[in-house]
């Protein structure tokens, strides 16, 4: 009955060489068994992760078919198969009849009388069995299970191998599905400018074929619009430098065949190869539209803005022209014309500020306005706002007092921003307070500075604290101001990362404006 | 005399540049547009130039940026007024010869903006 060992191996091999493709690998071993040994019936059963267990192959001599029954699980609860895992050893069933396992009694059914379980271990693991049935009562012995342990570590990596590189193909076919329908331009470049991925969605963008790209070296910088074209690849050549350790949003211009220019916006990252940096991976998404609502968008505000102002700054170039003009001598004329002067010129001022502060907020919110970061002193920022606010503190009997810790530390924030938000709550203190006192305070916490614009002023209650910080809110239509200069305070203490809130203990008992500042950890 | 060329749409503006610069030392040329302006300055060389910068057609900076291309025209001082601010001109600081003048300006401002220019062309 059997053949010698060295012919078995050899057939072995024959196996795992015969196809990745687990149908062909089971239907070669199944046809190699048969030769040295006889069944009626061969199953090949892999161990799923939670321990079910998952018939993949069925083999019937009978019926010379081969019924694969791929994705149907089985319990694993008193199967042959459980015992067999469980300890690792070859169990056979002389007489199925006597229902030992579960699965005996549905055997002996389809006319299985015994039977031979044998492990699939794989790297110190049991992966499976492999199962063979005869007819015949007491068929298998230890004869069938020495020589299978012989050929049982070949077949269990004939089986692995088919299931591991399935699992990579299923896994690669995913892959290039989403690299296939990617609507952003996927691709890998190695370092001598040779593209080895490029998705096909380059061609929908640019107009020019992957192939292209494969074809010809650094074809992606050679699209690059000529005033992008050394920015971008400075930024590649600092990620192949290992300088930078990614790309975010780097946007850049390229022209497609169609000699149209794009805008597009890249991400990537270093490809590795060990310690080594071999070349880049990453994503170009097209933004043209993006760029074209912004460019709209800050048409926009700038026409606006424009329109806004024109007006006013005629109004107050007239008022200059008007003051010129009137000849001082006669005193009623003169009187009467400096009030009716004074009465534009507030009112001017008092425009142009609205104006201002209503772009400033759209140009915040809208994200047209960048941050100019520097290292600034708050104390020295503080002096300066107290400086500036003396006067009009004084005018209404007010003190004004700083009382910062002298150690605060230099943060990272946009000094005109900062020196606006400051100006702002010490103004609106004044506004509030009558011969009262203004103080400005300071306090270290642990991540950030707190600062405090304190007031013995009118308070807030407790509905107008909630709604102070609101866009146009007011507590009464007649309160003077456009209602937008705590929104703004708001909007700049938060593109900081901070936050801003007040405290009153309500109506005629003073107001604390507070807001936090992050202290930046990293030094540059 | 110094020659100004001020090209300014608004014609209110013109009059207050044309009341400020009475009785000042210099021949001012005043034209509504960026096309009247760059022909100005083809046929003459003036000391300064003062530009709008929002402008039917041709706008203030573009003209400038013009200019700038030109080598002939590459030296011609230019002084940008405008109701934006600052900002939006600074990226033109790059092209070199320009100062920005917010408006509202008054006969001081406008004075001392002109001279200072004049001084740093010498």
């Given at each position: 009955?059997?053949?010698?060992?060295?012919?078995?191996?050899l057939?072995?091999?024959?196996?795992?060489?015969?196809?990745?493709?687990?149908?062909?690998v089971?239907q070669?071993?199944?046809?190699?068994?048969?030769?040295?040994?006889?069944?009626?019936?061969?199953?090949?059963?892999?161990?799923?992760?939670n321990?079910?267990?998952?018939?993949?192959?069925?083999?019937?001599?009978?019926y010379e078919y081969?019924?694969?029954?791929?994705?149907?699980?089985?319990?694993?609860?008193?199967s042959?198969?459980k015992?067999?895992?469980?300890?690792?050893?070859?169990?056979?069933?002389d007489?199925?009849?006597k229902g030992?396992?579960?699965?005996?009694?549905?055997?002996f059914?389809?006319?299985?009388?015994?039977?031979?379980g044998?492990?699939?271990?794989y790297?110190?693991?049991?992966?499976?069995?492999?199962?063979f049935?005869?007819?015949?009562k007491d068929?298998?012995?230890?004869?069938?299970?020495?020589?299978?342990?012989?050929?049982?570590?070949?077949?269990?990596?004939?089986?692995?191998?088919?299931?591991?590189?399935n699992?990579?193909?299923?896994?690669?076919?995913?892959?290039?599905?989403?690299i296939?329908?990617?609507?952003?331009?996927?691709?890998?470049?190695?370092?001598d400018?040779?593209?080895?991925?490029?998705?096909?969605?380059?061609e929908?963008i640019?107009?020019?074929s992957a192939?292209?790209?494969?074809?010809?070296?650094?074809y992606?910088?050679?699209l690059?619009?000529?005033?992008?074209?050394?920015?971008v690849q400075?930024?590649?050549?600092?990620?192949?430098n290992?300088?930078?350790?990614?790309?975010?949003d780097?946007?850049?211009?390229?022209?497609?065949?169609?000699?149209?220019?794009?805008?597009?916006?890249l991400?990537a990252?270093?490809?590795?190869?060990?310690?080594?940096?071999?070349g880049?991976?990453g994503?170009?998404?097209?933004?043209?539209?993006?760029k074209?609502?912004?460019?709209?968008?800050?048409?926009?505000i700038?026409?606006?803005?424009?329109?806004?102002?024109?007006?006013?700054?005629?109004?107050?170039?007239?008022?200059?022209?008007?003051?010129?003009?009137?000849?001082?001598?006669?005193?009623?004329?003169?009187?009467k014309?400096?009030?009716i002067?004074?009465?534009?010129?507030?009112?001017v001022?008092?425009?142009?500020?609205?104006?201002k502060?209503?772009?400033?907020?759209?140009k915040?919110?809208?994200?047209?306005?960048?941050l100019?970061?520097?290292?600034?002193?708050?104390v020295?920022?503080?002096?300066q706002?107290?400086?500036?606010?003396k006067?009009?503190?004084?005018?209404?009997?007010?003190?004004?007092?700083?009382?910062?810790?002298?150690?605060?530390?230099?943060?990272?924030?946009?000094?005109?921003?900062?020196?606006h938000l400051?100006?702002?709550?010490?103004?609106?203190?004044?506004?509030?307070?009558?011969h009262?006192?203004?103080?400005?305070?300071?306090?270290i916490?642990?991540?950030?500075?707190?600062?405090t614009?304190?007031?013995t002023?009118r308070?807030?209650?407790k509905k107008?604290?909630?709604?102070?910080?609101?866009?146009?809110?007011k507590?009464?239509?007649?309160t003077?101001?456009?209602?937008?200069?705590?929104?703004?305070?708001?909007?700049?203490?938060?593109?900081?990362?901070?936050?801003?809130?007040?405290?009153?203990?309500?109506?005629?008992?003073g107001?604390?404006?507070?807001?936090?500042?992050?202290?930046?950890?990293?030094?540059n | 005399?110094?020659?100004?060329?001020?090209?300014?749409?608004?014609l209110?503006?013109?009059?207050f540049y044309?009341?400020?610069?009475q009785?000042?030392?210099?021949?001012?040329?005043?034209?509504?547009?960026?096309?009247?302006?760059?022909?100005?300055?083809?046929?003459?060389k003036y000391?300064?130039?003062?530009?709008?910068?929002?402008?039917?057609?041709i706008?203030?900076?573009?003209?400038?940026?013009?200019?700038?291309?030109?080598?002939?025209?590459?030296?011609v001082?230019v002084?940008?007024?405008?109701v934006?601010?600052?900002?939006?001109?600074?990226?033109?600081?790059?092209?070199?010869?320009?100062s920005?003048?917010?408006?509202?300006?008054?006969k001081?401002?406008?004075l001392?903006?002109?001279?200072?220019?004049?001084?740093?062309?010498?």
């Amino acid at each position: 009955m059997f053949i010698n060992k060295k012919e078995i191996i050899l057939s072995i091999n024959r196996i795992i060489f015969s196809s990745l493709d687990i149908r062909k690998v089971y239907q070669t071993m199944s046809n190699e068994l048969l030769k040295v040994i006889d069944f009626d019936r061969l199953s090949v059963t892999l161990i799923t992760e939670n321990n079910n267990l998952y018939e993949t192959f069925v083999l019937s001599k009978d019926y010379e078919y081969t019924n694969l029954k791929e994705g149907v699980l089985y319990p694993m609860e008193g199967s042959l198969m459980k015992r067999v895992v469980q300890f690792c050893e070859p169990v056979i069933v002389d007489d199925t009849s006597k229902g030992r396992f579960l699965t005996d009694t549905v055997l002996f059914k389809e006319g299985i009388h015994s039977r031979l379980g044998i492990p699939l271990e794989y790297k110190e693991r049991v992966i499976g069995s492999v199962n063979f049935g005869s007819k015949r009562k007491d068929y298998y012995s230890k004869k069938h299970i020495n020589f299978f342990l012989q050929i049982a570590p070949q077949l269990a990596m004939a089986i692995e191998n088919t299931r591991l590189f399935n699992k990579i193909k299923e896994a690669e076919e995913k892959y290039r599905t989403v690299i296939e329908t990617s609507p952003d331009i996927i691709f890998e470049c190695m370092k001598d400018g040779k593209f080895s991925l490029m998705s096909p969605s380059v061609e929908k963008i640019t107009g020019y074929s992957a192939d292209q790209f494969y074809n010809n070296q650094g074809y992606g910088l050679s699209l690059c619009y000529k005033e992008d074209q050394e920015r971008v690849q400075n930024e590649i050549l600092k990620i192949l430098n290992g300088q930078n350790s990614s790309l975010m949003d780097l946007e850049f211009r390229v022209v497609n065949k169609q000699g149209i220019v794009l805008w597009l916006s890249l991400e990537a990252l270093p490809i590795k190869e060990g310690n080594r940096i071999i070349g880049i991976e990453g994503f170009c998404r097209n933004i043209t539209e993006r760029k074209k609502l912004d460019e709209l968008k800050d048409n926009l505000i700038r026409d606006v803005t424009h329109e806004l102002k024109t007006p006013v700054a005629k109004m107050e170039m007239a008022i200059d022209m008007f003051e010129r003009s009137t000849v001082p001598g006669n005193e009623h004329v003169f009187g009467k014309s400096s009030q009716i002067h004074e009465i534009l010129r507030n009112n001017v001022n008092r425009l142009k500020n609205i104006i201002k502060n209503i772009l400033d907020i759209s140009k915040l919110e809208s994200g047209t306005e960048l941050l100019k970061i520097s290292d600034i002193s708050l104390v020295e920022l503080v002096d300066q706002v107290i400086s500036e606010l003396k006067d009009t503190a004084g005018r209404k009997k007010n003190v004004l007092i700083q009382q910062l810790p002298l150690n605060i530390p230099i943060i990272k924030a946009d000094r005109d921003k900062i020196h606006h938000l400051i100006t702002h709550l010490v103004d609106n203190a004044i506004k509030f307070t009558e011969h009262g006192k203004i103080s400005i305070l300071g306090r270290i916490l642990p991540n950030e500075v707190e600062l405090t614009v304190e007031d013995t002023g009118r308070g807030l209650d407790k509905k107008t604290r909630e709604r102070v910080f609101e866009k146009f809110y007011k507590e009464t239509p007649s309160t003077f101001g456009s209602g937008i200069g705590l929104a703004i305070c708001k909007n700049i203490v938060q593109i900081h990362k901070g936050r801003i809130w007040v405290e009153s203990e309500g109506k005629g008992r003073g107001a604390q404006f507070k807001f936090t500042l992050p202290i930046s950890t990293n030094n540059n | 005399m110094k020659e100004l060329l001020i090209v300014e749409d608004d014609l209110e503006m013109q009059e207050f540049y044309k009341d400020m610069l009475q009785g000042e030392q210099f021949l001012v040329t005043l034209v509504p547009n960026a096309e009247e302006g760059l022909k100005k300055i083809k046929e003459k060389k003036y000391d300064i130039v003062i530009l709008d910068i929002l402008m039917e057609g041709i706008t203030g900076d573009r003209l400038f940026a013009l200019l700038r291309k030109e080598s002939r025209y590459k030296e011609v001082p230019v002084i940008m007024a405008s109701v934006l601010d600052e900002k939006t001109y600074r990226c033109f600081q790059a092209l070199g010869n320009v100062s920005f003048l917010e408006k509202p300006f008054n006969k001081e401002r406008l004075l001392n903006e002109i001279t200072k220019r004049l001084e740093s062309q010498k």
